[in-house]
């Protein structure tokens, strides 16, 4: 016998309201004579109607495209399907173009470090000093630059530093070992890493010096890693070969965060 589940939350009817679900509809009913009653009914718009969805979409979102699109969507059928061929953008300059001092980009806690904001003047004066390090090493637009990282505020700093250049990002949890590790990052050959020497998780501390040391050994295409001592502040950075700590990579204050467009794809 089926029974219907108990309603555990409902929104009010003031959220519903200020949801950009809401504000995406009435719109679309204002500006595009788009009228829908219901979630479903935009749902269903959205499924039949893909293109328009999702070019409305990027407008409501006032999405900015360095390059126009020629158009939204190329070959319906996976896997050959292409969006908004021809546009560029960069997703790092987006993070920032709402950037105030309200209220701050990042609130931090963990079991090693009591609770911390970090205000978007902060954040992005971190990136602009990563990014000009990351651009003397000659990282460019389509370079990699990986991370073993835990989720800690030098994990956002390093992919939007990363991807303000038009690098590519990829990241690894530090709990993952050796193997699991290379599988992700062997394939794309990269430049940089940026690690943590260990962790602490459940009042238990993880100490990963020797992982670092075989991802440095095993990808032959690094040129450089920024080691960021997490679990131990004393570790040893020149026991690790090439590499700089996170502090060093940040020296370089006051430079102008700059956005390399890239392509939609």
Avoid: C
């Amino acid at each position: 016998m089926n029974q219907v589940p108990n309603v555990l939350w409902r929104p009010s009817r003031r959220l519903r309201q200020r949801s950009h679900l809401n504000k995406f509809m009435n719109w679309l009913r204002r500006y595009h004579g788009l009228d829908f009653a219901t979630y479903r009914e935009l749902w269903q718009w959205s499924v039949q109607e893909p293109a328009a969805f999702w070019e409305k979409l990027a407008g409501y979102f006032k999405v900015r495209f360095h390059s126009p699109y020629r158009k939204v969507l190329e070959y319906e059928s996976m896997p050959d399907v292409t969006w908004f061929e021809g546009a560029t953008l960069n997703y790092a300059e987006h993070i920032f173009r709402h950037r105030t001092d309200a209220h701050p980009a990042l609130i931090f806690m963990s079991e090693r470090e009591s609770l911390v904001e970090i205000s978007w003047a902060e954040l992005e004066h971190q990136v602009a000093a990563l990014q000009h390090y990351l651009r003397r090493l000659g990282v460019g637009k389509g370079d990699r630059v990986v991370a073993y990282l835990p989720n800690i505020p030098q994990a956002t700093v390093a992919m939007l530093a990363t991807i303000s250049l038009g690098a590519i990002w990829s990241s690894s949890s530090p709990d993952f070992g050796v193997d699991s590790v290379l599988d992700r990052f062997g394939q794309i050959s990269p430049k940089v890493l940026i690690a943590v020497d260990g962790y602490q998780y459940g009042g238990k501390r993880y100490d990963k010096r020797d992982v670092v040391q075989s991802l440095i050994a095993r990808i032959p295409s690094l040129e450089k890693v920024i080691l960021i001592p997490y679990l131990n502040p004393r570790v040893k950075v020149g026991d690790f070969a090439g590499a700089v700590s996170w502090r060093q990579a940040l020296r370089h204050r006051g430079g102008e965060l700059h956005f390399e467009p890239v392509d939609f794809s």
